[in-house]
């Protein structure tokens, strides 16, 4: 069990690394480098000394390797660097920036978690086989709407149309409500797949018949037998569906003027600048790295099976 | 004759839903190859005196802030997207396919490396990825395809790898090995063809993905610059005109929608088990 866990942690650990070295890579080890390109500028009237300067500041004139350990060396300590655009600690634009995205993610989150329970309840207990086929189909066309466009419709029609929700002057959780709901739509597309196979192989099982035999009431063989069985493995994914929240997070801020993570993110790829990007990226391989880590060590908990195979595995 | 088609159709299990399935790819492709067949208008010359108006007769999804025909630029853009889309595509499968091939086949240190490398990659979201490409090579129309594509090649390789892994366990490899071939006769002859046929019925699956991937880079504004008829940035334009023009925006999304649908249909069609 602590072997699992173990190897497991050292995995996470690796993936992490690979992923900074791999941004670090793309970002960072430009042919013109992103302080040359701010700073080349006639217009700023800088002399070729202090430029040259600017990029001894920056750390930008040494070679490759030392440019990565020295990158390695201040993010293991917990230091972001500064931004090429602004000259702000990334750490502070960080802070600054995240309680909104924090908001938009608990709430598609959380809307998506609903959408994705109501929508498998309906199409595995609704009444008629082709109901529940075309049902079936809904979450796959659902994935292949674009994310921007069905928040520009939202705004249209739920802002504007109906005047449910202000978009214009809003600030907080009234800010996020509209974005985060529809985030949630193609949040949820998943979930809602990974969800219903399971279940339905669930569902073939003897027991499930056995169930029905003795007088289960549909509703409660889905949430008492066949919910348990099918949660793991539609909890595996949820470290893709973080990533996917904070990359529809760019779009989002963007279409809905929030000024989160996902604005600067998209801020510093039209300003490349890098080390805003590589934070960010960083954050969001961290977050899907904690939790894929965490649900792995649980899943020997929620499901039995998989503790006799590791115990199985170690003796 | 008619007997040859019979035997055609049986070969190749040729259905009424699988015809049908092929067909709105079909219309995208006619679309985006003589868009002049579908509209007579010009997108990018627009009448000064046609502008913002509502869907009519003459203009069927109505006009932008320049007075160009939002039909025409639809039709005219299509090329755009699904050029991109198949070059994305295209640009995976030649990266993946060498990189799934030799995790199936090669050793255990090789295979193992390759995954690991694998794993690092699909842990960065693929829109920060493709994001961070374009700032390594700047804007543009087939940088955003590039990126696209590069960024997809994780996905592949672990679905090329997995389908070699199935190929190479089943009987009639044992068997060829049996009669005395050779390890890269067999890879020629059973490997590669029997592992890629299901990868390519995915990477048409892909297609899919890889035109919203573009058009929402595309509208983030790092596609092609305007006046190129491009959907994303078409959306993007349009979202000036949100309250008093809602066909800038509607039509376009409803054109990537549509072209989602039909790779999902087109891969469905094509898929080799029943």
């Known amino acids: 069990m602590t072997r699992y866990i173990l190897s497991r942690a050292l995995q996470a650990l690796l993936v992490l690394w690979g992923a900074f070295t791999l941004s670090f890579v793309l970002l960072q080890v430009m042919p013109g480098d992103a302080v040359l390109i701010k700073f080349q500028d006639p217009e700023l009237g800088l002399s070729p000394q202090q430029i040259s300067d600017i990029r001894a500041s920056y750390g930008a004139d040494e070679s490759a390797f030392v440019q990565y350990a020295h990158v390695l060396g201040r993010t293991l300590a917990g230091q972001l660097g500064y931004s090429i655009e602004t000259g702000v600690p990334v750490s502070r634009m960080l802070h600054a920036a995240y309680p909104t995205t924090l908001r938009l993610a608990v709430v598609s989150f959380g809307g998506a978690i609903m959408l994705a329970a109501g929508f498998a309840t309906a199409a595995l207990l609704a009444p008629l086989r082709p109901l529940r086929a075309a049902l079936r189909l809904v979450p796959g066309l659902a994935s292949g709407i674009p994310v921007f466009w069905l928040e520009i419709v939202a705004i249209q029609l739920v802002s504007f149309h109906w005047k449910l929700v202000p978009v214009v002057g809003v600030s907080g959780w009234t800010a996020v409500l509209l974005p985060g709901l529809a985030l949630a739509i193609p949040i949820s597309a998943p979930l809602t797949q990974v969800f219903l196979s399971a279940a339905e192989r669930v569902m073939a099982q003897p027991f499930i018949d056995v169930l029905r035999a003795r007088g289960a009431s549909p509703l409660r063989i889905l949430y008492a037998h066949v919910l348990p069985n099918a949660l793991p493995p539609t909890l595996t994914i949820s470290g893709l569906v973080f990533g996917e929240i904070l990359a529809g997070a760019v779009v989002t801020e963007t279409v809905f003027g929030l000024d989160g993570l996902g604005q600067l993110a998209q801020q510093a790829v039209a300003n490349q600048d890098v080390a805003v990007l590589q934070a960010i990226i960083l954050i969001s391989v961290a977050g899907f790295v904690v939790i894929n880590f965490t649900v792995d060590a649980l899943h020997p908990l929620i499901d039995p099976r998989i503790r006799r195979t590791q115990a199985g595995g170690a003796a | ?274």
């Open chain 2, 1 to 274: 004759m008619n007997t040859a088609l019979a035997q055609w159709r049986h070969r190749h299990d040729v259905t009424l839903p699988r015809l049908l399935g092929v067909l709105p790819v079909l219309l995208l492709v006619l679309v985006a190859l003589c868009p002049g067949l579908f509209t007579p208008l010009d997108p990018l010359a627009g009448q000064t005196d046609e502008r913002l108006m509502a869907p009519s007769a003459t203009h069927w999804f109505g006009t932008d802030q320049f007075g160009r025909d939002v039909f025409s630029r639809i039709m005219h853009g299509s090329f755009s997207t699904l050029s991109a889309a198949v070059l994305a595509v295209a640009i995976s499968l030649l990266v993946a396919i060498p990189l799934g091939l030799a995790a199936g086949l090669g050793g255990r240190r090789l295979s193992g490396a390759i995954l690991a490398g694998a794993d690092m990659v699909l842990a960065i979201p693929e829109l920060f990825l493709s994001l961070s490409i374009i700032t390594l090579i700047g804007p543009g129309a087939t940088h955003v395809a590039f990126a696209v594509g590069i960024s997809q090649v994780a996905g592949f390789t672990r679905m090329i790898r997995t389908e070699v892994v199935r190929v190479r366990a089943t009987e009639y490899v044992e068997a060829a090995f049996g009669i005395g071939s050779t390890f890269w006769q067999v890879v020629w002859r059973h490997v590669v063809p029997n592992s890629l046929a299901p990868a390519l019925s995915l990477a048409t699956l892909r297609l899919g993905t890889a035109i919203l991937a573009i058009s929402t880079i595309c509208f983030l504004g790092y596609g092609p610059s305007p006046p190129t008829p491009e959907w994303g940035l078409m959306i993007t334009e349009g979202r000036n005109y949100l309250a008093t023009a809602w066909w800038l925006t509607t039509f376009p999304g409803l054109a990537i929608i549509f072209s989602a649908w039909a790779a999902t249909l087109l891969s469905r069609a094509i898929r080799m088990d029943p």
